[in-house]
């Protein structure tokens, strides 16, 4: 019953009563929304003559013979209605979220339907929805952003490693290759990390590495480090120090006989490449070469 009132819904040829009855179904709204959409599709060029005066020489050299589908009209109709809904659907569906992201050496700014703030450091994605934002304010995230939130509804940053969920206020959440850093700079947020919830109060970071709680030290800054392009690591090991320089400056890095566990505290530029190598090296006494090919090597002292 339900199919033969769809496509006699599609058709226009529903009694008053069968219209009645058909908005009453739980399928209806949707039905409704998604005919909204299909109307704007526009269909491919069609040569009705040309098509037809092609069957017929067919017809004519072919001694085949021709089966009548008449009586399969209604089901065939159901069938295209069916069609209809489904490309409809794909393309409205489809049509609901919004990616923004960064290349190596690359930022940007996104502004949310409710006026909130994202920045995107180097190599980083955000995506939401913009129809459901009234509804809910989730946006995913890869890589490092600030965020600058309007107050209102439930605000959450989703990635890889965990939640964070605000009301209004600002933040910094980073998430690359098993470290996440939560830093609240305004407010406060909650982070939820393997299933347990942690108060982050503005001048406290969160931080875990390989899935572990680390201690933190508080921000001395307003805004993150990077947004004055600079990088900034308090007790990091190295191998994320490293692969930080490789994002800010679209570089390959090769390192030999360092051990990149090591943990590193320290700050470097992210507009002079060269003061960038210098800040790196030293406090870990290593030493650097720049090769050709957008190229950098960092190795041991004593190696050759």
Not at 24 to 36: G, H
Not at 275 to 287: D, F, G, K
Request: with cysteine.
């Amino acid at each position: 019953m339900q199919e033969n009132y769809l496509a006699k819904w599609l058709n226009n040829e529903l009694t008053e009563e069968e219209l009645v009855e058909f908005k009453k179904s739980a399928e209806y709204a949707s039905y409704q929304r998604l005919k909204e959409v299909s109307n704007k599709l526009e269909a491919p060029k069609f040569d009705a003559d040309q098509v037809w005066a092609s069957l017929k020489n067919k017809r004519e050299s072919s001694k085949s013979k021709v089966v009548q589908l008449r009586p399969f009209t209604k089901l065939m109709r159901v069938a295209a209605a069916i069609a209809v809904i489904a490309v409809a659907s794909f393309f409205y569906f489809n049509s609901l979220d919004e990616t923004i992201s960064t290349q190596y050496a690359e930022r940007a700014e996104v502004i949310l339907p409710d006026a909130s703030e994202i920045v995107l450091n180097v190599d980083s994605e955000v995506s939401y929805s913009k129809k459901k934002w009234d509804k809910k304010r989730n946006v995913s995230l890869k890589g490092e952003a600030f965020f600058k939130v309007a107050k209102g509804k439930r605000f959450t940053v989703t990635t890889l490693e965990g939640t964070v969920a605000v009301l209004g206020t600002q933040f910094n959440v980073e998430n690359r290759k098993g470290l996440f850093e939560v830093t609240c700079f305004e407010g406060l947020v909650s982070v939820t990390f393997q299933n347990k919830e942690f108060k982050v109060p503005a001048g406290s970071s969160f931080l875990a590495i390989n899935g572990e709680v680390k201690p933190t030290i508080a921000p001395t800054t307003t805004l993150p480090y990077w947004m004055n392009n600079e990088s900034n690591f308090k007790s990091i090991p190295l191998l994320y120090v490293l692969d930080e320089f490789e994002r800010q400056y679209n570089v390959t890095v090769e390192v030999k006989d360092i051990d990149t566990t090591q943990l590193f505290t320290g700050t470097f530029s992210n507009t002079d490449i060269d003061l960038a190598l210098e800040s790196i090296s030293v406090p870990v006494n290593i030493q650097f070469k720049k090769l050709d090919g957008n190229k950098v090597v960092f190795y041991a002292e004593e190696t050759p």
